[in-house]
């Protein structure tokens, strides 16, 4: 449903595959927007006093309800996303390790560092620490609504920040649900604030004065969220789509390599930014791997109903898409090794396409359904070829033996996992993000606290150098003494 179908200024959330009402919500505008901007700068000062011992026992806090309430959680991703309860709960456990990472090392990552001078500033001493934005705004998907906005709105907080946060259309009552879990730990100011709209809100937010933009969505949406942000150069850091390649080696373990790869493909339907859309396999294996792999996926059911392995895709563009790319794949020579079965609606059984060329839509644009093509390859040189054959680069998997993590350092992506499926999003110490059309800066690890914060250099005179340096009193021989010092130090390379 979109807000036209619902009341003026509120829209409709009905469930995916079902098309059950679960809930309806406000379209918010611009002045909801700058409400909550300024309420969020006001709550930020608070915050951001707290220090980061504070912040960390409310994050701390934060976490624990989210550990004790995590079937009530997965139950609410369960109404909206109609994705099985087990996925749901393993996508909260997922969170909780990076919620605790972030809680307890922002300040080691963030806090004041000295760092060294040099001969001519060797009076100074010099350190620098990262200070908070002040208010982020969040833009958060619908596909992982806990793990993926969580991995942006934590180290946020974790930073000082306060965050004002937009859920997609598609999920806003997991939105609201952490939210107000938040609010129940830090009653105390709205450091954590929910909007609810369609993109109109999502674009009023990018130019409500927020001092950075976290976005996680679609290629195209993110164009839109940079033009919205480029009129008060607000920064962005987005994650975008992908088109995920797997690379299997002649050595590798192909029993495990079809499994990860089968799981990896299809998982949340295929509805997964960094899942598997594209496997080269050596020739060497080829054939064990394709005959694994379909014993794997024939095991492999979407539907509706409590028993089923996946659940629908959320909406029917999607199944058209899928659908689009099968049929463009086959018209260009490409066949069908495995086909689950005719789609019911939403409800989209997996399919695994081989001898597809690299310029069909399967292998160039992401689908973001359980379409998995398959290839065989020469040699990994040939695998690496096609694999970066693509405006994209999120994440990759390689299986194989002693080479295959030459092989993942040769890949133009942000993230690689060798040997098993999503090892890079499992790690809070690794930064998540992509190259190309798949986005820029990263979230998780140090290198997420880093991207909501600013760093502030301070230089501090401990003593007068006898040679002047700066100032108007340099004399001549100074100046020759400056001269004499470079040629010294640097004029000897």
Known sequence: MTAQDAAPGTFEVRAAGTGELVGTFPVQGEQDVAAAVARAREAARWWGELGFAGRRRRLDAFRGLLARQVHRLAAVVREETTRPTADA???????????????????????????????????????????????????????????????????????????????????????????????????????????????????????????????????????????????????????????????VDEDADVEAAARAAVWSAVVNAGQTCIGTERVYVHRAVHDAFVAALLREVRGVRAGTDPGAVLGPLRTPAQAARVEAHVADAVARGGRVLFDGGPAEGTVVQPVVLADVPDEALANQEETFGPLLTVRAVADVDEAVRRANGTRYGLGATVFGGRGAERVAR????????????????????LPFGGVGDSGFGRVHGPDGLREFSAPQALARQRFRLPLAVTGFARSARDDARVAALLGLVHGRR
């Open 410 to 429: 040769r890949l133009r992506t942000g993230a690689v996992s060798v040997n098993c499926a999503f090892g890079f999003a499992q790690v809070p110490t």
């Open 89 to 247: 709960v393993l996508e909260v456990a997922l969170t909780l390790e990076h919620v605790a990472w972030a809680a307890r090392n922002a300040e080691r990552v963030l806090g004041p560092r000295r760092v060294r001078t040099t001969a001519l500033s060797a009076n100074l001493s010099a350190s620098v620490e990262r200070k908070p934005l002040g208010v982020v705004g969040v833009i958060g998907p619908w596909n992982f609504p806990v793990f993926t906005p969580l991995g942006s709105i934590v180290p946020a907080l974790a930073a000082g920040n306060a965050v004002v946060y937009k859920p997609s259309e598609l999920a806003p009552g997991v939105g609201a649900w952490l939210v107000e879990a938040f609010a129940r730990v830090v009653p105390e100011q709205p450091v954590l604030q929910l909007l609810t709209g369609d993109a109109s809100t999502g674009e009023a937010l990018c130019r409500g004065g927020v001092d950075k933009i976290a976005f996680t969505g679609s290629t195209a949406a993110a164009r839109r969220v940079m033009a919205a942000c480029a009129g008060t150069l607000t920064p962005l850091v987005a994650e975008c789509g992908g088109k995920d390649a797997f690379v």
